[in-house]
C-alpha cells in the first residue's frame, strides 16, 4: 500500500523561534519525524511514500536528496570506500509533490489523488506521530469492512483533570481524561479511493470528508492504547528526544532482536496480562 504523507504545514506550536523547519523534520536521535514514522511503515512492507509538501519543502527534499545512511547504519572504511552493513531507503519509492503553502488536509490530498486513485487502499498520515500500533493487523480490520476510511482511535493525552459539579457547586468527582470513555483520532489513516468523492476544494479531511462518513456508517477505527505520542509542541518533541537518548523507543520496531516463534508468544501473553 501506498503512505500519503502530509507534511506542508506550518507547525505553528513546534516553532522556537530559531529554526524555519518544518515540524515533520524536527530530530529525535539522528533522524527528523517523518524519518521515523516512514521506518515504521517500511518495517511494515510499504515502502512507497507520497509526501504532500508545502512550508519548509526544501528542507525535506534537501534531506533526502543528500540522505547519509552512516548517521544510522553500521558500516567499514577501508582505503577512504565506505562498505554498508546496514540500510534504510534504497528500497523506499518516494514522490515528492508540492501541495501548497496554505492547503488544508483534504485539499493536499485531493491534489495527489493520481497517485493513488488506482490503488485498492492506501495509508495517510500526518508525519508527525510516532507509535507501536500492529500496522499488519489495522490493515486486516480495515480490508475486512466495506468502509471508505479507518481511523487509530487513541486515549486521549491531556493531562487536565476532568471533574463532575453538581447543581449547586459541589464538586462530586475528579478523574482523568484518560479514565474517560473517550478516544481521538490518532492519525493513522486509511482509506479507499471512494475518498474523493467527498473532498471538496480546500476542505478539511477529517471534519468535512470524514466526519459526514462517519454519520452514514462508512468510517471504521482501530483501537490502540499501546505508545502513542504525538510531537505537535516542543515539549512532547522533547519528551520523545530524551525517550530515544534512555534507551526507551518502543516505536522503532525495527530495532526488536529476532526471536523464534516460542519467545515471541511467551512475550506475547506477557504483554496481554493485567499489571499489578
Request: proline letters at 7%.
Amino acid at each position: 500500500m501506498k503512505v500519503v504523507l502530509f507534511c506542508g504545514g506550518y507547525g505553528m506550536r513546534m516553532r522556537d523561534g530559531t529554526s524555519d523547519l518544518p515540524k515533520p523534520m524536527h530530530p529525535v536521535g539522528p533522524r527528523p519525524l517523518i524519518w521515523h514514522v516512514m521506518r515504521y511503515y517500511a518495517h511494515f512492507g510499504h515502502r512507497d511514500f507520497v509526501l504532500c509538501l508545502g512550508y519548509g519543502a526544501h528542507h525535506i527534499k534537501n534531506y533526502f536528496l543528500n540522505y547519509d545512511e552512516t548517521e544510522s547504519n553500521d558500516f567499514t572504511l577501508n582505503q577512504g570506500e565506505v562498505t554498508l552493513l546496514g540500510g534504510d531507503i534504497q528500497d523506499w519509492n518516494i514522490t515528492f509533490v508540492h501541495t501548497g503553502l496554505e492547503s488544508p488536509i483534504g485539499e493536499r490530498l485531493r491534489r495527489v489523488k493520481a497517485l493513488v486513485k488506482d490503488d485498492e487502499m492506501f495509508h495517510a498520515n500526518y508525519a508527525d506521530v510516532l507509535t507501536d500500533a500492529p500496522l499488519d493487523k489495522m490493515v486486516a480490520q480495515f480490508a475486512g469492512t466495506d468502509a471508505v476510511g479507518q481511523l487509530m482511535a487513541v486515549p486521549p493525552q491531556s493531562a487536565f483533570h476532568c471533574v463532575d459539579v453538581s447543581s449547586d457547586g459541589r464538586l462530586e468527582s475528579i478523574t482523568t481524561l484518560q479514565e474517560m470513555p473517550l478516544l481521538e483520532n490518532g492519525g493513522y489513516l486509511m482509506f479507499r479511493p471512494e475518498i474523493f468523492d467527498h473532498l471538496e476544494p480546500n476542505c478539511d479531511l477529517i471534519g468535512d470528508a470524514c466526519a459526514p462518513l462517519a454519520r452514514k456508517g462508512r468510517m471504521s477505527a482501530y483501537q490502540h492504547r499501546g505508545f502513542w505520542q504525538p510531537a505537535d509542541t516542543i515539549k512532547e518533541r522533547n519528551a520523545l528526544e530524551a525517550a530515544y537518548q534512555g534507551g526507551t523507543r518502543p516505536w522503532m520496531l525495527w530495532e526488536e532482536p529476532d526471536r523464534d516463534p516460542l519467545q515471541a508468544a511467551i512475550a506475547e501473553m506477557q504483554r496481554d496480562q493485567p499489571s499489578r
